[in-house]
DNA sequence: CCCCTAATTGACACTCGTTCTCATTTATGA
DNA sequence: TCATAAATGAGAACGAGTGTCAATTAGGGG
């Protein structure tokens, strides 16, 4: 039984496609106001890439984003794919998620804070919200006299599905 | 005021040395045992990268290592200490640790697992240990019937002496 | 609506951490 | 001692991400 975590790194398709977390579709007209919060110029580049990490699943790699776009506007570079990413993320609009030394994946921040379970087998991400581990973090960090910013946290296992299949 | 995070990326000295987490060294003679343990056979190469990573502080990057390692043995190769880090993090002789997209950290694998909480300011690093966090984590995989394996926690935030000035 | 200008873009060279390759050396158990 | 598989060092290669720079473009002021 492989493991597909080394995989997706080099950008072989998940297996199991039925379960890739996906979000609703935002109405266009979102999109321009978005990168007008951003203070930024309204570009068809920018607005293909909102359009990208909208409509598809959640979680993607910036190769990912940029293929997707390059497929309906191929002449977009991937330096702008990355500068756009990292822009977004600068100011909170999208989430970086890590795992390991992978690519990173982001998302368009939602609007509740959740972490990820993610199975280590066929790649399935679970995300989940926990208050009680997030109040706990709080109080680690009040012990040590920490302003908390953010964290990482990402749990990893074997899925119901792989264990038994 | 400066994020150090990025900093440490490209090599440049923490700014605290005295708050680095350092450990006791272990007694000469374990290493070997180390080395067998893990199925492997006994080099010089070997016993000088569990030297280092014992008596040193903890949380090294390969290159630190490589760097130590290099002062006493020029010889050994750059793919060595790589290649033997991975081992050992692969039978969990060592932890890796990564924060952000920031080279590895390594530790050799204390006896009771902790997590980290990190200044963005200065770098230091402390640990912690949430029985309560790892209950909760381990319940939120049951929910969702995961077999959990691992987990990354890594809090992130600035610390007393930082914020004050 | 048209300019002007700063912002943005695309191509591609580059960095940097890490891994791979392969010829040579070495540890170890028979 | 020997045979052999494991380990090593040098350096090439890799992959994600960033920097550079000349060319293009968005959009506010006229
Ligand atoms: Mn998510
Ligand atoms: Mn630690
Ligand atoms: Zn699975
Ligand atoms: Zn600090």
Redesign the interface.
């Known amino acids: 039984m492989e493991h597909i975590l080394p995989n997706l790194a080099k950008g072989r398709a998940p297996l199991e496609p039925e379960k890739l977390i996906r979000r609703e579709p935002l109405e266009p007209g979102t999109f321009k106001r978005m990168i007008r919060k951003m203070g930024l110029k309204v570009t068809q580049q920018r607005l293909a890439i909102l359009e990208s990490l909208s409509a598809g699943r959640a979680h993607v790699t910036a190769q990912e984003v940029f293929e997707t776009v390059n497929a309906r506007y191929p002449e977009i570079g991937f330096a702008t794919v990355y500068r756009f990413l990292r822009k977004m993320a600068e100011q909170k609009m999208v989430t970086e998620v890590?795992m390991?030394?992978l690519p990173?994946r982001y998302e368009l921040t939602p609007r509740r804070h959740h972490d990820h379970?993610t199975?280590?087998l066929c790649g399935q991400i679970?995300e989940?919200e926990?208050p009680?581990?997030e109040a706990?973090?709080e109080q680690?960090?009040k012990?040590?006299?920490?302003?908390?910013?953010?964290?990482?946290?990402?749990?990893?296992?074997?899925?119901?599905r792989c264990?038994t299949g």
């Open positions: 890590r390991g030394g990173a379970l199975c280590k679970v989940f926990s009680q581990i706990l973090q680690v960090a012990e040590h006299n920490f302003r908390l910013t953010h964290h990482v946290l990402e749990l990893y296992g074997d899925c119901a264990r």
